[in-house]
């Protein structure tokens, strides 16, 4: 779920018209979603979904930016830095302060907490932990799911005018995520991942990430500006207090 930048092409209309009347999303880890048009199978010109996957994590690695935002919910609003230079995004925290830092390498990634005694490694069942208790666990921070081997190509989707992949991806072990499965919304243009959607291991949906708007920068790319999850709570259907990933505009 490539939750940090959003760069769809030019060419989208603009993100206000459709609101009334469509239901956007985006990611990773990414990013609500408008589906207008579904295929139940994959066409035959389909790429094997592994290469799909590695569209995404190329397409997080070029990008070389520092915006600020906040995660907002419940009444709380959390401000932080977002960095991302290459294959590295860091996360800044303010009161109190925690920096988490994302390696994104060619066959897994690591995240990482900086301390004042260093790095430590996220791992285990601390994946599973919410990020400033936040809908946003550090599993999702993580973006493991797009390494995970098994990975299969359910069909195609039409979002925002948008032709997207939908890429089903599983754990190698039951052990190795709180997720049994997770979909993906990948765009064939541009490797965006429009929308994610992740189930437990009774595929019992979990959570979901959803862009609502994105923003223009001064150079001409268009990226994320606000952006909702939802968590699953076993005592109702709807999350009341979903978290917003926010973005200010990056300045001139």
């Not at 260093?118 to 990020?131: F, H, Q, W």
């Not at 997207?164 to 965006?192: F, H, T």
Request: aromatic share 8%.
């Amino acid at each position: 779920m490539r939750i940090t930048i959003f760069s769809p092409p030019p060419s989208w209309p603009n993100v206000g018209e459709f609101m009334n009347a469509l239901y956007q999303a985006r990611p990773a880890l990414i990013l609500a979603a408008t589906l207008l048009v579904a295929d139940r199978a994959p066409a035959q010109d389909a790429p094997d979904a592994k290469a799909i996957l590695k569209t995404v994590r190329v397409a997080q690695a070029v990008q070389n930016r520092t915006v600020t935002g906040r995660l907002r919910t419940a009444g709380k609003s959390l401000p932080f830095t977002l960095k991302m230079d290459g294959n590295t995004v860091r996360w800044d925290f303010t009161d109190p302060p925690q920096t988490l830092l994302l390696h994104l390498g060619e066959n897994d990634s690591r995240l990482e907490e900086i301390g004042s005694k260093g790095s430590t490694r996220i791992r285990g069942a601390r994946l599973d932990d919410k990020v400033r208790d936040t809908d946003i666990s550090y599993e999702d921070l993580s973006l493991h799911f797009l390494y995970w081997p098994d990975a299969v190509i359910e069909g195609e989707q039409t979002m925002v005018l948008q032709k997207c992949w939908i890429v089903r991806v599983r754990p190698p072990a039951k052990n190795e995520s709180q997720y049994g499965m997770v979909k993906l919304w990948i765009s064939k243009a541009d490797g965006a991942l429009m929308q994610a959607e992740a189930y437990d291991h009774a595929d019992r949906f979990a959570r979901r990430f959803k862009v609502l708007s994105g923003q223009k920068t001064g150079d001409g790319l268009w990226m994320l500006k606000q952006m909702r999850i939802e968590a699953a709570n076993p005592l109702r259907r709807t999350d009341f207090t979903p978290t917003y990933l926010e973005i200010d505009k990056p300045k001139e």
